[in-house]
């Protein structure tokens, strides 16, 4: 949402101050210059890289217009999800976890908020079942280190390619304002103000493509990486849940430890925290 008003306030920014120094607007309004630049930047885009990656940043970008599934709401769930798996390992042994991993069941641990995320819901599924294999804490430490490595580097993948357009896009500007110059050229023999739109729409292609990277493009891609980091904080606190409750420590120290692994502006603080608590434990 706050990409939205963003756009919004650079646009108002930019067109208010134009019109207020005695420009027209008329006069940015240049679609083949923006087909120019938007057009080479996509197929640079999908010329430099899979479809994979291409795939998960069109699906990352446009995720950037609402909000971040990563709140407080969210880390109160986990944090009252792995309560309830420790207090359940504690009560009835690791091996009662053997029935519900896989069915619908699971649901009667982990929270609504906790289960929409897929991949973490995939990544505590697949660690709780080496846990039932008898894995040692040392070896699950190692394994879960490496697989947050490569979540690391897939994550990333998606957001350097869109930092890659936002590179690009003031030199595809500068293309299609040569372009512009070039067709200018041609045109010498023209009346001097049909000469002088052809010059101003020249320029246009070297401001189109600054305010796409700088104004557009570049914020998504900042955005993306912010998403990335708070997706990688939740898989930290839950590898943080999942070592604890390999090593047997209990329910109120598995939650400590995993809180302290939130980001300020998102950890539940203990009071909050301990109500939460009682009321899981009264129903």
């Given at each position: 949402?706050?990409?939205?008003?963003?756009?919004?306030?650079?646009?108002?920014?930019?067109?208010?101050?134009?019109?207020?120094?005695?420009?027209?607007?008329?006069?940015?309004?240049?679609?083949?210059?923006?087909?120019?630049?938007?057009?080479?930047?996509?197929?640079?885009?999908?010329?430099?890289?899979?479809?994979?990656?291409?795939?998960?940043?069109?699906?990352?970008?446009?995720?950037?217009?609402?909000?971040?599934?990563?709140?407080?709401?969210?880390?109160?769930?986990?944090?009252?999800?792995?309560?309830?798996?420790?207090?359940?390992?504690?009560?009835?042994?690791?091996?009662?976890?053997?029935?519900?991993?896989?069915?619908?069941?699971?649901?009667?641990?982990?929270?609504?908020?906790?289960?929409?995320?897929?991949?973490?819901?995939?990544?505590?599924?697949?660690?709780?079942?080496?846990?039932?294999?008898?894995?040692?804490?040392m070896a699950l430490e190692?394994?879960?280190?490496?697989?947050?490595?490569?979540?690391?580097?897939?994550?990333?993948?998606?957001?350097?390619?869109?930092?890659?357009?936002?590179?690009?896009?003031?030199?595809?500007?500068?293309?299609?304002?040569?372009?512009?110059?070039?067709?200018?050229?041609?045109?010498?023999?023209?009346?001097?103000?049909?000469?002088?739109?052809?010059?101003?729409?020249?320029?246009?292609?070297?401001?189109?493509?600054?305010?796409?990277?700088?104004?557009?493009?570049?914020?998504?891609?900042?955005?993306?990486?912010?998403?990335?980091?708070?997706?990688?904080?939740?898989?930290?606190?839950?590898?943080?849940?999942l070592l604890c409750c390999?090593?047997?420590?209990?329910?109120?120290?598995?939650?400590?430890?995993?809180?302290?692994?939130?980001?300020?502006?998102?950890?539940?603080?203990?009071?909050?925290?301990?109500?939460?608590?009682?009321?899981?434990?009264?129903?």
């Amino acid at each position: 949402m706050l990409v939205i008003v963003g756009y919004i306030v650079i646009l108002a920014a930019l067109g208010g101050g134009f019109v207020g120094g005695g420009g027209h607007l008329g006069v940015l309004v240049q679609p083949f210059e923006f087909l120019i630049i938007m057009g080479a930047a996509l197929g640079a885009f999908v010329a430099g890289n899979s479809m994979d990656i291409v795939k998960a940043a069109f699906k990352g970008g446009t995720g950037t217009l609402g909000g971040s599934p990563y709140t407080k709401e969210f880390y109160l769930e986990l944090l009252l999800s792995f309560n309830a798996l420790t207090s359940k390992i504690r009560k009835e042994g690791l091996l009662s976890l053997e029935d519900i991993i896989d069915e619908p069941q699971i649901d009667t641990i982990f929270m609504p908020k906790v289960m929409k995320d897929h991949h973490l819901m995939e990544f505590i599924r697949d660690n709780l079942r080496l846990m039932l294999t008898g894995v040692e804490v040392m070896a699950l430490e190692e394994l879960t280190d490496q697989v947050l490595e490569t979540h690391h580097e897939d994550g990333h993948a998606p957001v350097k390619a869109v930092q890659g357009v936002g590179d690009g896009l003031p030199a595809f500007g500068i293309v299609a304002a040569v372009l512009g110059v070039v067709h200018t050229m041609e045109s010498v023999g023209i009346p001097p103000s049909e000469l002088g739109k052809l010059i101003a729409a020249a320029l246009v292609g070297t401001f189109l493509g600054i305010l796409l990277a700088y104004g557009f493009v570049n914020p998504v891609a900042s955005v993306m990486q912010q998403r990335f980091e708070m997706s990688s904080n939740a898989f930290k606190c839950v590898q943080k849940g999942l070592l604890c409750c390999a090593k047997g420590l209990s329910p109120t120290m598995t939650v400590e430890y995993m809180r302290a692994m939130i980001t300020a502006n998102l950890r539940p603080d203990f009071f909050e925290l301990e109500a939460q608590l009682k009321a899981a434990k009264n129903k």
